[in-house]
């Protein structure tokens, strides 16, 4: 997908007397947006690049001075030190069964009830959209007192449905979805019904798949904002690995294995693959629900 | 007739059976402990876990709220919050800027500026810990020898913490600044330059005014964002350190009542402080939200 926009050069209309100077200037403005451009690329990967780097040097290396910044004997070990000792695999599974449920339950509660708001009339409803809205003044960080306790008592504590269930709700989902909805002509719905299609059968049959784009753009933000959770898998997962997160997993493993550091960071990497592949196939989805509101 | 009046009470029905599970969700995990935390900030804990809470009224909200830890955290959080937000949306302004033209490999440099979108808090921590680290680090070797050492920090830590979290918040910086910058109309641009705006001129004369409502959207994005942080802390630094390194920020402070000191009613003053605080932004969030509501349905 990407590299494939060909350089737009406009066919310069300019008088040949002025072509050199100009051209040159055009030129030397190319060049300089590709180094501030470069400058930004290498300040914004170095990070990741030297994890990867460092993921593939023995200990003793990385402690060198000055600093190896190329891997020449890569040592691909810790990889696999990462992923058996470090228990990685079963980090990975359980934050996929996490992400998985939340992403799903999610999709499913927000088009319900996104389409009860765009197609169906009923008593409250301005009430209970604005209880919607309500909730998205309400930060997550602010409930876990009370949040923790409930868990505990429901017996979810240490167990994927208290990891879970918390979030299987969203403000922000049901009105994006309730948007995508009201852009489905009103004539589509009434047409639907004299062919005899019902609310349920129209909602699955048609509003779903019109509303493909903003699905996949509230699809792809929760398995962002899901997998990438901290706060809340840490205090709902206890001691032994049943159901830790890979998020948790990783302050583990440095904690851990202080002498290990090329362990730790080959098992980041493998953390943040996923999602790095998720942003490649998803790019435009996730930035359409990053950016909702801040254009019209 | 009547018909008519059942088949309308049936959408009802169906309705509230739509809204149903969301509605139940938001009951029990987000309205309910929302409104306790009111009455939990009036319960104290005794000093020993398993004995009841006591009711001792706005007593503990006083003395929580005037004690030196606090205002330290509070401090911090704001001190914090200035280091990040400012410094992450001009960096996203200018990678966005530049990368504002059709030229070729472009597609590549967006992938590159938005990806630290997607990677998270802890990801974000163990790779700068280590860079950061006083003996594997890259620090020593650019002769910056700190002592203590730099997460160990009092003057340090802090600063160190939110590099972190300019880093992370650069990625979402770059897509809300490159969507503004999509979004503006091209004739205005084209206007300025046959008007002859040189390149500073029509950056600081026609882009950022024309860009303002961004601007004001990201601010509010980052301050929530940055408000809300406190992995990389936990992750780098640690309960231990975290009061005399003055990172203790406040999201923090909620973390070690509940989860260290096992008190939910301290815990709960904190929460209802915090919410307070991000009561003016999550509103201000919501009415950008609301102008494309009005929008759509219309």
Do not use: C
């Not at chain 1, 599974?93 to 992400?99: K, L, M």
Request: aromatic share 12%; glycine share 6%; no cysteine.
């Amino acid at each position: 997908m990407p590299a494939t926009d060909a350089a737009v050069r406009p066919p310069s209309s300019a008088p040949a007397a002025h072509r050199p100077p100009r051209r040159r200037h055009r030129r030397l403005r190319l060049v300089l947006r590709y180094a501030l451009l470069s400058i930004g690329a290498v300040v914004v990967l170095f990070p990741l690049y030297m994890a990867v780097v460092n993921s593939l040097l023995a200990p003793s290396q990385i402690a060198h001075q000055p600093p190896p910044f190329f891997p020449l004997h890569p040592q691909w070990g810790s990889y696999r030190k990462a992923w058996t000792e470090g228990d990685l695999a079963v980090y990975l599974r359980n934050s996929a069964i996490q992400t998985t449920v939340i992403v799903a339950g999610q999709l499913v509660t927000s088009v319900l009830a996104a389409y009860a708001f765009a197609f169906l009339e009923f008593p409250l409803k301005r009430t209970l959209f604005v209880v919607f809205l309500m909730t998205l003044m309400i930060p997550f960080e602010v409930t876990i007192a009370t949040n923790l306790s409930t868990v505990s008592s429901l017996g979810w504590f240490n167990t994927f449905p208290g990891l879970t269930v918390p979030f299987l709700a969203t403000g922000f989902g049901t009105f994006l979805l309730r948007q995508a909805f009201l852009q489905i002509p009103r004539d589509l719905r009434e047409a639907a019904q004299l062919d005899g299609y019902g609310h349920l059968r129209f909602l699955w049959s048609v509003a779903v798949p019109l509303a493909r784009p903003a699905l996949a753009a509230l699809g792809v933000f929760s398995f962002l904002s899901a997998w990438n959770q901290y706060l809340w898998p840490l205090l709902v997962t206890g001691n032994d690995n049943s159901v830790r997160t890979v998020q948790i997993g990783l302050k583990q493993l440095i904690n851990t294995q202080l002498d290990q550091i090329n362990v730790s960071l080959a098992g980041t990497v493998i953390a943040v693959v996923p999602l790095l592949v998720l942003l490649v196939v998803f790019q435009k989805q996730l930035v359409r629900s990053l950016t909702s509101g801040a254009v019209k | 007739m009547s018909a008519l009046r059942s088949r309308r009470h049936r959408e009802w029905g169906l309705a509230y059976l739509l809204l149903a599970p969301a509605l139940l969700v938001f009951a029990v995990f987000t309205f309910y402990p929302f409104l306790r935390n009111f009455k939990l900030a009036l319960y104290q804990n005794p000093p020993y876990p398993g004995l009841p809470a006591h009711y001792v009224g706005l007593h503990q909200v006083g003395s929580v709220l005037a004690s030196t830890s606090f205002h330290q955290s509070l401090v911090s959080t704001l001190l914090y919050v200035v280091m990040v937000v400012p410094v992450g949306l001009i960096g996203g302004l200018l990678l966005a800027v530049a990368a504002h033209k059709a030229i070729r490999g472009m597609a590549w440099f967006r992938l590159i500026f938005s990806s630290t979108v997607v990677t998270s808090v802890a990801v974000a921590a163990v790779v700068f810990g280590t860079l950061m680290d006083p003996v594997v680090g890259l620090l020593p070797w650019l002769g910056i020898n700190p002592h203590p050492a730099i997460l160990e920090n009092p003057t340090w830590a802090l600063p160190a913490v939110s590099l972190i979290a300019v880093w992370q918040f650069l990625g979402l910086s770059f897509v809300i600044m490159t969507a503004g910058l999509q979004s503006l109309p091209d004739e205005v641009l084209e206007a300025a330059r046959l008007d002859g705006a040189g390149g500073w001129t029509m950056f600081w004369r026609v882009t950022v005014p024309l860009l303002s409502p961004t601007l004001f959207f990201g601010l509010v994005v980052g301050t929530i964002y940055a408000f809300q942080s406190f992995g990389q802390i936990d992750i780098l630094i640690g309960p231990q350190n975290s009061q005399f390194t003055h990172t203790d920020v406040l999201l923090y402070s909620v973390y070690q009542a509940l989860s260290i000191q096992d008190n939910p009613g301290v815990a709960a003053v904190l929460s209802i402080v915090l919410f307070t605080i991000l009561l003016v932004f999550t509103l201000v969030q919501l009415r950008f939200l609301e102008r494309r509501v009005t929008y759509a349905g219309n």
